[in-house]
């Protein structure tokens, strides 16, 4: 039982840093689409 606890915890770890990353790379693609939106108009 405590080896699935260790395991379900190291798989949310997993994640949050996934999502993180994901976060990130997503927030500076839209600053950049949006500079580009700006410098257009």
Known sequence: ???AVLIVA?????MWFAF???W???EADISGNV???GAAG
């Open 1 to 3: 039982m405590a080896i």
């Open 10 to 14: 190291f798989l949310g770890v997993l």
């Open 20 to 22: 993180q990353n994901l």
């Open 24 to 26: 990130t790379q997503a």
């Open 35 to 37: 500079n580009q939106i």
